[in-house]
């Protein structure tokens, strides 16, 4: 009923405010089980996807959206246990894979749409990367419910990340026939049929989104990301003391002067024998003074 009431004031309120657009929405079964596999651009992803199916959809989160504390932790939770996100420990926790596939199972178990991202996180950069085999194939074949490839388009321009406020423009989701994978029935435990599923899966969704494909994992080129940022911005920081090392001892140089110290016309500091009798020529002015 939660799910009924969210969809329809925020799914609603989506539709009304970036009136998305969508292709091949007779894709989706009308009923029974299926897994739409989905590329993953934005935090928005999760939204909009079911603000434009009739049916109700069930997508994974990372736990942290459940187990913030607080009222705005609880509130937090409280939302997205409302749009029908289930809980998963990303943090690399044994048996934490196997627990969401779980959850994915027992949604399809209920004659539900479950809705997974094969890249495992968000594109850093907007093309689409390498699927992980793990998660989708292992559901997919254990289960036997159908596969829909789904194409999220031009999310990730709506609130990049950093932005607040997001930005009011039409984004895009293009819905793939449904793929059939019974063929593969038994075999969810070879890395290869699980390799083979989940590429052919991504090679749907590229075909549909038009996104670049990179060979690598999501994971992986965020990490690559990061280093080079923290290696472009140690640079910068080097630079600017070294800068500042030069400008203090150009400042030196060019001020001895200023510290007692006097130098010839030409500009050269003076020896021992004219700074003591510029001294001694003070001395004598403070004696005269007095």
């Given amino acids: 009923m939660f799910y009924g009431a969210m969809k329809l004031s925020v799914g609603n309120g989506l539709k009304l405010a970036f009136r998305p657009w969508v292709e091949g929405l007779e894709h989706v079964p009308v009923e029974g089980p299926a897994i739409l596999a989905s590329n993953h651009l934005s935090f928005s992803d999760s939204f909009f996807l079911p603000a434009v199916l009739d049916r109700k959809v069930t997508f994974i989160a990372k736990a942290e959206y ?4 607080g009222v705005k932790g609880k509130l937090t939770a409280a939302f997205f246990k409302g ?3 289930l809980p998963v420990d990303r943090s690399g926790v044994r048996g934490a894979g196997e627990a969401a596939i779980r959850s994915g199972l027992e949604v399809l178990a209920a004659g539900e749409l479950f809705g997974i991202y094969p890249e495992g996180t968000r594109s850093p950069d907007g093309r689409l990367y390498r699927g992980k085999p793990g998660g989708l194939a292992r559901v997919a074949l254990r289960s036997g ?6 194409a999220m388009v031009d999310t990730e321009k709506i609130q990049p990340p950093g932005q607040v406020v997001p930005k009011l ?14 063929r593969y029935q038994g075999m969810e435990n070879d890395r290869f049929i699980q390799r083979a599923l989940t590429d052919e899966v991504m090679y749907e969704i590229m075909r549909l989104s038009g996104q670049e494909y990179v060979d690598m994992y999501a994971t992986a080129a965020k990490r690559q990301l990061a280093e080079e940022a923290k290696r472009k911005a140690d640079a910068e920081k080097a630079a600017k003391e070294a800068g500042r090392e030069a400008e203090k001892q150009a400042d030196q140089d060019a ?4 510290s007692g110290r006097p130098r010839h016309p030409g500009g050269r500091p003076a020896g021992p024998a004219a700074r003591l009798a510029a001294v001694r020529r003070r001395m004598s002015e403070r004696d005269r003074a007095a």
């Avoid at 423009?169 to 019974?182: L, V």
């Fill in 83 to 85: 749009v029908g996100q």
């Fill in 66 to 69: 459940f187990t913030s504390p």
């Fill in 145 to 150: 419910a159908p596969v829909v490839p789904v």
């Fill in 169 to 182: 423009m039409r984004p895009g989701i293009r819905i793939g026939r449904p793929m059939d994978f019974s």
């Fill in 255 to 258: 001020g001895r002067g200023a």
